[in-house]
């Protein structure tokens, strides 16, 4: 097949485009000592992403974002977990090979700095992805300078530029525009726009945006940033130490979370607006090391409302409105957080 | 498709700050050269001493080994010998002119082996990773363990002497560091993102390999081997004048120090000219390799 055609839908509208099972990655760590440790980046995610949705994840810094998109993008293998694409099953007999998953689904790095290869051309640049796949130099070529145009960068300007000649908001175009260059139909955004000025972030967001619409893209976005979040996603993960906290939608996320790390981190975060009342904490403190997580609820050493109930048993993710779920005992009557006594600190 | 959109202009589109179209790396690099006074005047020098000692049987007035010992240790300016004779009488300057030919093949071919030979075991170890990693790397630790002079010493000990032995021993010493600074910049290479983005187009390993890796590792390699040449072109002599390298009456320069040494209080300045030769080669060596590097890193 010439990956020049758009890969049509074939699990219809209702099929999510990805499906996320029981993600798990350790990082085996050791020392001669400390003996074998792992560290706990990611441990357990399911989700799913719908067509043509974004997907937000949100958390603080080490909380195993990048982990998981890399595992998404199948970068690094997974310790436990599996990913269905459009139904089918990613690198196993029967479903999806790799090489066709990996056309389907590409990434856009932090750092647009380092996401480029200093010695090629951004003509080059985003034309390797094409010709690795077999398109014709002159046609990857040709692509290439219609994204650029694409993406808002005039390609008799820029094709022949080096990376260091751009500016971070321009290098971050061009890495867009690489990520488009395989007609992909999800994109895994790292925390696109953290590194850049915030007049050109909101450039930048408005693109993605524009290109969504443009090409029918699904956009799985990660950011510590909640109000890029908030501006850019239909639906809000919120992960703490490599787990889900809270999902849902992202008004619900928004105007009434459910997990207290959530509302703490929505207190925490810097208000354009001073009329919002702060009814929560902000949050205060570094999280625990994933190395060595705390019992329970991964949240009760910060968490306001623990009581021991949180230290000794771990909370499911329950339901507490439509599409909307919560990791935490506070949130259901039976759980018997009620009778629990407050965690002594 | 032809996209006609042309969404969300870039409000940071600045023109990119350099004028001319068709600017690659090399171009920018050679720019950033040319206003490095410092290496470009010990390039110059580099050069010079090349070519000096390249056509030296054209330019020296005497042969290497014709003296005369009645005419030996003559003071510098002496008509007929510019810088003097030596110890058995023979000119200085055709010494030195013939000596520089055997230092400087002595200097820079076991760093060129090293660089060959090291540089891909390095590229190797860092591009591959994990256990093949290891295997490699706890090899070159015990190499690396040993200071290099007295590992050069060792080995040029057990070979014999000779400049055969001479280049193997200096070759082995030289292997270890240029594999360590290999594997530690092809593992950061294969780390940044636009490697795994690579990666994360379905691209076969050698393609990375060929676009990716290589153009980015082997510039600083290179920088890191030319920055050792002084260092053996030192360590050589330092074998010949134990004795371990060159054997007379061939002239190498650290030979001609050890050899010159009993003038020492005679004629000191003709004893001490092979010695300010390996000086001043081994400087510009390393201030044209510093310059390089400043010069590669285009970021800054
Ligand atoms: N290759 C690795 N080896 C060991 N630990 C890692 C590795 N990559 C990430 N980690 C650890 O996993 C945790 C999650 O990291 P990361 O996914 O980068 O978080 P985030 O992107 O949310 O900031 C961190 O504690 C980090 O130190
Ligand atoms: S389970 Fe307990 S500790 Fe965890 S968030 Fe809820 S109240 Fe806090
Ligand atoms: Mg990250």
Known sequence: MSDTQQIEDRGGPAQPLLIVKGLVKHFPIGSVFTGKQVVRAVDGLDFTIDKRETLGIVGESGCGKSTASRLIMSLIAPTEGEIVFDGDLVGAAGGISLAEYRRQVQMVFQDSYSSLNPRLTIEESIAYGPKVHGTPHREAGERARDLLQAVGLAPRQYARRFPHELSGGQRQRVNIARALALRPRLIILDEPVSALDKSVEAQVLNLLLDLKEQFGLTYLFISHDLNVVEHVADRVLVMYLGKIAELGPVDDIFGRAGHPYTRALLASRPSMDPTRRRTQPPLVGDPPNPINPPSGCRFRTRCALAREICAEREPGLYEIGAGHQAACHATQADSGYGDSRRLAA | ?300
């Not at chain 2, 004028?19 to 690659?24: L, P, R």
């Not at chain 2, 040449?229 to 004795?243: E, R, T, Y």
């Open chain 2, 1 to 300: 498709m032809t996209t006609t959109y042309s969404s969300g202009i870039a409000e940071d589109a600045a023109p990119p700050k350099v004028a001319e179209n068709d600017d690659t790396y090399w171009r920018a690099v050679g720019r950033r050269l040319m206003r490095d006074k410092v290496t470009l005047f010990c390039g110059a020098i580099l050069m010079l001493m090349a070519a000096l000692i390249l056509f030296a049987p054209l330019v020296a007035p005497y042969g290497p080994t014709d003296g005369s010992i009645v005419r030996r240790l003559k003071p510098i300016g002496t008509p007929g010998h510019l810088l003097g004779t030596d110890e058995l009488g023979r000119d200085m300057l055709s010494r030195l002119l013939h000596g520089g030919r055997y230092s400087w093949f002595v200097g820079i071919t076991p760093v060129a082996i090293a660089f060959l030979v090291g540089g891909s075991i390095g590229i190797i170890a860092g591009f591959a990773g994990g256990k093949i990693n290891m295997a490699i790397m706890r090899v070159t630790d015990v190499f690396y363990a040993f200071p290099s002079v007295l590992l050069a010493v060792a080995v040029s000990g057990s070979l014999g002497a000779g400049i055969a032995n001479a280049i193997m021993s200096l070759t082995i010493v030289f292997i270890p560091p240029i594999i360590r600074v290999a594997e530690s910049v092809t593992t950061g290479v294969r780390n940044l993102d636009y490697a795994e983005a690579a990666r994360a187009t379905g691209a076969g390993a050698r393609s990375i390999v060929v676009v990716h890796i290589l153009p980015n590792v082997l510039g600083p390699i290179f920088v890191y081997a030319t920055s050792l040449v002084g260092v053996s072109m030192i360590v050589a002599s330092g074998l010949s004048f134990l004795g371990l390298g060159i054997k007379p009456p061939d002239p190498e320069w650290g030979l001609m120090l050890n050899t010159l040494r009993s003038a020492i209080y005679s004629q000191p300045m003709i004893a001490t000219l092979p010695g300010i030769c390996i000086f001043m080669t081994s400087v510009c060596f390393n201030f044209v390799s510093d310059g390089l590097r400043t010069a590669m890193d285009v970021r800054a």
